[in-house]
């Protein structure tokens, strides 16, 4: 089975401030990766698919990169709302596994 | 606007089966460019796959989860179902139902709102 590794686990960071977070996958998944985003109490959220496909409606502040083994979602000025728990999830085969996540939080 | 509901006891006892029903409002559950899934999440802690069920009838399934679980489609009722067997105190979570689609490359792109479910005696 292909497993999920994300970086940092835990990121403080300021508004306005680019952030990057890496998923890396243990064997060569294309591009089918996704990007979810999570707050508090409410069920996650597309935000990226197929690597780096803004899904509709996300604003274009957040992008996506990278192919086979390693991924990086990337916010290119941190809002106020997008505090959250990020997760990544590859599509490539089953069983459809998750990273175990990156929180964003303020500093 | 496609929605989810998941519905189900929110208390299941130790040894039970847990029984989740997701219904699908908006849209029809049999598309082709669709597939529904099941994910949870235990208490501060991460999203975990449970798994996803195809519109030919096809499922797959968390090894981890394999011997305990099924995922169903009533067509009529425009809903699926989880069942859990032998549940123990680690299947206390947020169980979530969501659609993957073929539009997004298999992402799951709606989700219910999760219904906590707490397995104790």
């Known amino acids: 089975d292909i497993q999920l590794t994300q970086s940092p686990s835990f990121l403080s960071a300021s508004v306005g401030d680019r952030v990057t977070i890496t998923c890396r996958a243990s064997?060569?998944?294309?591009?089918?990766l996704a990007w979810y985003q999570q707050k508090p109490g409410k069920a996650p959220k597309l935000l990226i698919y197929a690597a780096s496909t803004l899904q509709s409606g996300v604003p274009s502040r957040f992008s996506g990169s990278g192919s086979g083994t390693e991924f990086t979602l990337t916010i290119s000025s941190l809002q106020p709302e997008d505090f959250a728990t990020y997760y990544c999830q590859q599509l490539n085969s089953y069983p459809r596994v998750f990273g175990p996540g990156t929180k964003v939080d303020i500093k | 606007q496609l929605q989810l509901q998941e519905s189900g006891p929110g208390l299941v006892k130790p040894s039970e089966t847990l029984s989740l029903t997701c219904t699908v409002s908006g849209g029809s559950i049999s598309s082709s460019s669709y597939y529904w899934g099941w994910i949870r999440q235990p208490p501060g802690k991460g999203l975990e796959w449970i798994g996803s069920?195809?519109?030919?009838?096809?499922?797959y399934y968390n090894p981890s989860l394999k011997s305990r679980v099924t995922i169903s489609v009533d067509t009529s009722k425009n809903q699926f179902s989880l069942k859990l067997s032998s549940v123990t105190a680690a299947d206390t979570a947020v169980y979530y139902c969501a659609r993957g689609s073929s539009w997004s490359k298999d992402a799951f792109d709606i989700w219910g709102q999760g219904t906590m479910v707490t397995v104790s005696s």
């Open positions: 064997q060569g998944i294309s591009s089918y």
């Open positions: 069920i195809y519109y030919s009838g096809s499922t």
